[in-house]
């Protein structure tokens, strides 16, 4: 073999799988930013998310496996020439063969390891190793939010009063502690895959073992990564009690995550809902200074945020808080409390879009759709503060169909047709902002929250790709290892629950086991 030219070879091919990554990238941006709405539109991104990325992604680990091998055969190559069969009696290799080795580390070893590392690092491949605790930061929460929201706690207190026709009602976020009432294991369990997972298994948790207005869930979920380091996530659902009711702002309810306790965060208050958070993780066994990961959506995102801008909690005698992914939730006052955490806040703010329809086979109909989430606008954007570089805010546009949101539309009408009314639907603050809502047959709506923005667009768009190669590998994807998945729920209220078991409003189903008494308390112990 002539290993020079072997190794010209083995570069060829590593140049040419980096340029068709990069091709590739710059195509899926392109596909993704066609202002283009519709079945056939949503039909194009689907191929494009489960055919041309898969395949690209298979070509691009093809030629990198090639050039891979033809790098080693041609340092086997310089190891078998400088050995030369010189060996002495079996006492292992001769001086000419360690020096032949150190020269083949020279001529090809290096590369190797760089080309190799390049190749994992770009497929999601490798073992990679969990960041680890970083240094202190000062100043995590902006006090101007923290102001605003007393004042809005206290204005709410007065409009309440009338409201709900109490002259002693008073806005109270929830800080007394709630009671442990059960640990269970979910069945049929795996390692979330993609982004789209992480939103449907917040939900899963949201209503496991009859969770609801009196009670509360956590789920918590323990791998092993290819390296063998141990990483946990937590998944905090979102605020469970109906506006309208008033123990959603007294304090009253068995759930805390209430709308008050919304408030409460936003002043800097350590409330419930963050409080049984930790009695969660120390009821699933996560032992302090674990790799973790949380995830939230709405409030359990902002208090997710709340809860890695504390010190105690994120860094030296806490957590490592590597990552917190939000959807919808206002988190822009908090900055992490260690300079290693990235928080990901993924929010639907792109929402005026353009749309054409045919009405009745007719005049055609044009105009603007608006389908803005406003929770994750609810922090003001940190009012004027500058954002942490650690935090990065995701605007997406919500992949709904223009029915879900406020329609601006403005009608034009074929020759010889009779003119159309234009119609204004009332805006559908759940399409915008809820997780996801299932259909009566149990499939997931594709029209509804953020589950079906994150099926069209993580494989497309670059900055849901940047998450997910934050995260592959360590916290789900390839090389991720299931060891627990555990549900724990917190009461604060006689109980007064649905049936164990039993499907809500969204077609939620309880897919989790409790354990017997015994199990109970040796988790619990």
């Not at 496996?65 to 290799?93: P, Y």
């Not at 009711?245 to 350590?270: L, P, Q």
């Not at 604060?492 to 199990?519: I, L, M, V, Y």
Request: proline residues 6%.
């Amino acid at each position: 073999m002539d290993t020079a030219q072997v190794r010209g070879a083995a570069h060829a091919l590593d140049e040419l799988a980096g340029r068709l990554n990069t091709e590739a990238g710059h195509v899926k941006e392109e596909a993704g930013a066609v202002p283009w709405e519709g079945a056939d539109a949503e039909a194009f991104r689907a191929r494009m998310a489960g055919v041309f990325a898969p395949q690209v992604h298979a070509v691009i680990s093809q030629l990198f496996s090639l050039a891979h091998t033809l790098e080693s055969n041609a340092l086997e190559q310089d190891l078998a020439s400088s050995q030369g069969g010189a060996q002495v009696g079996g006492a292992g290799a001769s001086p000419l063969a360690l020096a032949g080795a150190a020269q083949a580390h020279m001529l090809g070893l290096g590369i190797l390891a760089a080309q190799g590392a390049r190749a994992r690092d770009l497929l999601g491949l490798t073992s990679r190793r969990v960041r680890g605790i970083g240094t202190e930061n000062t100043h995590t929460f902006n006090p101007t939010v923290g102001l605003t929201a007393l004042a809005a706690m206290k204005y709410l207190s007065s409009t309440g009063k009338t409201w709900f026709l109490n002259p002693h009602f008073e806005v109270t976020p929830t800080t007394r502690p709630s009671t442990l009432v059960g640990i269970s294991a979910y069945r049929d369990s795996h390692p979330p895959r993609e982004l789209a997972d992480l939103l449907e298994f917040t939900e899963e948790a949201r209503h496991a073992r009859g969770a609801g207005e009196n009670r509360e869930n956590y789920r918590v979920q323990h791998f092993r990564t290819a390296a063998g380091e141990e990483t946990y996530v937590l998944y905090m659902p979102p605020t469970q009690i109906a506006m309208e009711k008033e123990k959603a702002w007294d304090g009253t309810a068995g759930n805390s995550r209430d709308w008050a306790s919304n408030i409460g965060i936003m002043t800097g208050m350590e409330v419930t809902t963050m409080k049984n958070a930790r009695a969660a993780l120390e009821a699933a066994g996560v032992p302090k200074g674990a790799n973790l990961m949380l995830v939230g959506h709405s409030q359990g995102g902002l208090a997710a945020a709340s809860l890695a801008s504390r010190s105690d909690f994120n860094g030296q005698g806490g957590y490592n808080v590597t990552n917190v992914v939000t959807y919808g939730s206002p988190v822009d006052a908090f900055t992490p409390a260690q300079s290693n955490t990235k928080v990901f806040a993924i929010a639907h703010k792109q929402g005026l879009r353009t749309y054409a329809e045919n009405i009745l086979g007719g005049p055609s109909r044009s105009g603007i759709s608006f389908t803005v989430d406003p929770v994750p606008l609810l922090d003001l954007g940190g009012l004027g503060r500058p954002h942490s570089p650690q935090v990065t805010n995701i605007d997406l546009t919500p992949a709904t169909d223009h029915d879900a949101g406020l329609n601006t539309g403005v009608s034009f009408f074929q020759p010889g047709q009779a003119p159309v009314d234009v119609k204004l639907p009332g805006y559908d603050l759940g399409a915008a902002h809820d997780s996801l809502r299932r259909l009566p047959d149990g499939s997931i709506d594709p029209h509804y929250g953020y589950y079906p923005t994150l099926l069209a667009q993580q494989e497309l768009n670059p900055d849901l790709l940047e998450v997910k190669g934050d995260i592959d590998g360590l916290y789900m994807g390839e090389g991720v290892t299931l060891i627990d998945d555990t549900n724990v729920q917190f009461v604060r209220a006689p109980d007064n629950t649905s049936a164990d078991g039993a499907t809500h409003d969204d077609g939620g189903t309880d897919r989790s086991t409790p354990p017997s008494p015994e199990e109970f308390l040796d988790r619990w112990r």
